[in-house]
């Protein structure tokens, strides 16, 4: 029987969360035994090839591709898990949400103390893509069907996280794995 | 610092001893002669009191009818909850804005008018209803309104704007109120005649013990809302260590669509300030406090004559009703415009100068209250009905009403009925026979008991009005087959929301995300999970809360998922692809397109 597949996308997130995934350190040898790697950072494949059993976000949406992005792995994905405080709740990025958005443009790209821009111009190339009226947790835009908070969640507990659902067990964190003062 | 503000803030303290448990007095008296309590105020009342700073401020943040910045002269507060909205409050909320071209929550440029909204102010039966200032003006209409902002504007005040006096003692000189008593049904206990000392003396006539066994031998509940048995309340508080003991009285009257109290205090105030002494006699106080809700300050001058009168025959002040040695008076505290303060530790906190928070228990009030001593609350009602088991004997008041639930009850009908008003009615009798009695034979729902209460529909119309069925602290809200119950439903969650004291999660967070649920269902953007979610949330804010207000907050959407579910169902919605149906990709967007002028490539 062909491994089920596991994407992954970091959308607005610091990849903080991608790399707690890698501290599973050896176990990663186990991991690639149990699945194999769809779309995601960590083998570079860009698009789906197919259905994938699951999907982990990082991050939450703060630009019109994030909610490409994600709606296509909703779109893809039997299970869909936000992964870090991002994904569950916006994060550090919703800090902007009581900042009206014209500032926020403002300040990145007109008057910030590093911004030299004499043409005032707000870049509006297609290939940047059109921020949001404020950043949202992935559970907002589309169906989450679980959440791994923490910032990241450790290693730990993405490793139970991901063994428990692909045995089909209920998972099982303990508390210092979802503990986190 | 002005001199004049000083000079006014210590005499204001002098007058309450310079006591601190009386800032609530002192914040009001402050609020009322300076449109305000500014920090340098706090500064003042917290230095000649002896409290912090902090202490002071955390009362003035606290209550509604307190605030740091200056208001008008004048303030208009209408009310915004459903049953106004349902008489039409929309076009009073237009013709305000209008006549005096500010929104709500504005002064006029002048400094003169301020314009607020307000939950329920317990008119209910003759809204739309505004306060300006303490006085009340009902049956609101587009053309009053513009008069009454003319006039206002003319001679500033309030007063005059009672053209036509309501009933009853709405006339008396010292309530000067357009209200109406509206009382539809009068009943053996509450609206029937007593001669002022019969029952106080039959009181003092036997031992205090002997006056708490009639008590639990009349069966008599608290007509509050949770319906404890008064006899063991009165009964623990005698019992409970301490030097002293009190007896309060909860006239906070603060439930939407209660209006009961009010037709008490105006029309019966002798037969309640007699159930209190009783009380006092019965638990062994010397002193009674009635907590009236700030939006009766216009009963105050009117009360405090009552309270002289019974004073003068002998019914309170010194050996009570004849009695050697009892001695029983009664102060007045004003509330200042909090819901949670009818909750009976938050408003011990009110009487003790503190924010209107909820206390933990145990220890219960009848423990540990008032300034630590055992204190026994109840309602207005309750008290009435002390002073009539008193006067007729327990064996009387038992045979009334049913088993589990003796004697009668007020209700306060409003809504879509022909007949709002106060009905006396033995407990027991069927909502169906209620709805008729007020002409409500078509109603769509009821709330029982207001938004804390449940909301019933056809099917439950034969049950019964008692502890054990329906139960109510009054409020009975009736909504007719043109109504939007979804809407009601979300009306109840903004007043708790507003109403919530903050202290603990599931309320605070909790009554905020259940509206945004409703809200979500309402705009046809739910979904079948959205149920299932609510009710999960309902159960934990009820179950997770600290005190009844968050205890009950859910109930309007527990209740209707019981009893309308389908009108849920009908405004759900499939989701496409896993999509949430309240995320609008293009709204989303719409304020990035224009600051940086070009359409998405992506939607
Ligand atoms: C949020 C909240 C508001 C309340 N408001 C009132 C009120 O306005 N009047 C009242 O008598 N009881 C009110 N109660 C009930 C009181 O806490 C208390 O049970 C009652 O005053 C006791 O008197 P009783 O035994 O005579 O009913 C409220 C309770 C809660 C939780
Ligand atoms: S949750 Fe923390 S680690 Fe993960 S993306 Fe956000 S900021 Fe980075
Ligand atoms: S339940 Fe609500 S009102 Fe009661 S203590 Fe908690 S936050 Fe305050
Ligand atoms: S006075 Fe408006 S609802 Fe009671």
Redesign the pocket.
């Known amino acids: 029987m062909a491994k089920p597949k596991v994407a992954t996308t970091s959308l607005a997130g610091c990849f903080g969360c991608h790399m707690s995934l890698l501290d599973i350190d050896d176990r990663i040898l186990k991991l690639v035994e149990l699945v194999d790697f769809d779309k995601s950072p960590i083998d570079d494949i860009k698009e789906f090839s197919g259905r994938c059993a699951i999907g982990l976000i990082e991050g939450g949406c703060c630009n019109e591709e994030n909610v490409r992005v994600l709606q296509d792995f909703r779109k893809h994905c039997d299970i869909l898990i936000s992964v870090g405080d991002c994904a569950t709740m916006g994060g550090i990025p919703a800090m902007r949400n009581n900042i009206p958005l014209e500032e926020c443009y403002a300040e990145a790209y007109l008057d910030g103390p590093t911004v030299h821009n004499p043409s005032k111009q707000i870049p509006n190339d297609p290939e940047l893509p059109l921020l949001l009226n404020k950043v949202y947790p992935c559970h907002e835009v589309v169906k989450i069907d679980y959440h791994l908070p923490g910032c990241p969640p450790s290693a730990d507990t993405l490793w139970e996280a991901l063994v428990a659902l692909l045995s089909d067990k209920p998972v099982a964190l303990p508390y210092a794995l979802i503990k986190y003062d | 610092m002005s001199a004049s503000l000083q000079a006014a803030v210590q005499e204001i303290c002098q007058a309450c001893g310079n006591d601190r448990t009386r800032v609530m007095d002192i914040v009001r008296e402050v609020q009322s002669r300076f449109g305000c309590v500014t920090g340098e105020a706090m500064d003042l009342i917290a230095k000649t009191v002896s409290a912090h700073r902090v202490e002071v401020e955390g009362v003035v943040s606290f209550y509604a009818f307190l605030s740091d910045q200056p208001k008008g002269e004048v303030v208009i507060r209408l009310c915004n909850d459903v049953i106004d909205e349902m008489a039409g409050s929309e076009r009073i909320v237009r013709a305000f804005r209008e006549a005096l071209g500010i929104d709500f929550g504005q002064t006029t440029p002048d400094g003169r008018i301020t314009l607020e909204h307000t939950p329920c102010i317990g008119m209910c039966d003759q809204a739309p209803a505004a306060m300006v200032n303490d006085v009340i003006v009902t049956r609101l209409s587009s053309d009053s309104v513009w008069a009454m902002v003319r006039e206002l504007k003319a001679h500033m005040d309030p007063k005059r704007l009672v053209q036509k006096l309501g009933d009853g003692n709405n006339a008396h000189s010292l309530v000067h109120a357009m209200v109406e008593n509206n009382i539809r049904r009068s009943g053996p206990v509450i609206f029937a005649d007593l001669t002022p000392g019969d029952a106080l003396k039959k009181a003092v006539a036997m031992s205090p013990q002997e006056v708490i066994r009639d008590i639990k031998t009349s069966r008599l509940?608290?007509?509050?809302?949770?319906?404890?048995?008064?006899g063991i309340?009165w009964d623990y508080t005698r019992s409970a260590e301490g030097a002293k003991r009190y007896v309060?009285?909860?006239?906070?009257?603060?439930?939407p669509g209660?209006f009961k109290?009010r037709v008490i205090l105006t029309e019966k105030a002798e037969l309640l300030f007699e159930g209190m002494a009783i009380a006092g006699y019965a638990v062994g106080a010397e002193t009674g406090i009635l907590y009236l809700?700030a939006e009766y300050a216009y009963l105050r001058a009117f009360l405090e004559d009552v309270l002289n009168r019974q004073r003068s025959r002998g019914l309170l002040g010194k050996d009570v009703g004849g009695k050697r040695g009892f001695d029983f008076d009664i102060r007045i505290q004003m509330g200042a415009g909090a819901?949670?303060?009818?909750?009976?530790?938050?408003?011990i906190s009110s009487c003790e100068g503190l924010r209107g928070d909820?206390k933990n228990r145990p220890p219960f009030p009848a423990q540990k209250g008032y300034l630590g001593c055992p204190t026994?609350?109840?309602?207005?009602?309750?008290?009435c009905c002390v002073a009539r088991i008193l006067d007729k004997g327990p064996g009387w008041f038992a045979q009334l009403g049913s088993q589990g639930s003796s004697g009668t009850k007020l209700l306060s009908i409003s809504g879509d009925c022909k007949s709002p008003g106060v009905y006396e009615v033995p407990f027991g009798v069927k909502l169906r026979e209620v709805l008729k009695m007020a002409g409500a034979e078509e109603a769509l729902a009821v709330q029982v008991g207001g938004p804390?209460g449940q909301m019933v529909g056809e099917k439950d119309y034969d049950r019964s009005i008692c502890y054990d069925d329906l139960a109510t602290?009054g409020s009975v809200m009736v909504f007719g087959p043109q109504r939007n119950l979804l809407h009601v439903v979300s009306k109840f969650l903004e007043f708790f929301v507003e109403?919530s004291c903050g202290y603990c999660t599931p309320c605070r967070v909790g009554n905020v995300l259940l509206k945004e649920r409703v809200d979500r269902i309402l705009a046809g953007q739910g979904e079948e999970a959205d149920l299932a979610y609510l009710q999960d949330l309902g159960q934990t804010v009820k179950m997770a809360s600290r005190?009844?207000?968050g205890?009950?907050s859910a109930n309007p959407v527990l209740s209707t998922l019981k009893n309308f579910r389908s009108m849920y169902e009908s405004l759900l919605r499939k989701p496409i692809d896993g999509k949430q149906l309240s995320f609008d990709i293009h709204q989303a967007l719409a304020d990035a397109q224009t600051v940086v002028g070009r359409q998405s490539v992506h939607f």
Do not use: H
């Open positions: 509940r608290g007509r509050g809302g949770a319906g404890f048995p008064t309340k309060l009285c909860n006239a906070d009257e603060g439930e209660t109290d809700r819901y949670i303060c009818g909750e009976e530790t938050a408003l909820p026994t609350v109840n309602n207005v009602e309750t008290f804390s602290g109403e005190c009844g207000l205890q009950t």
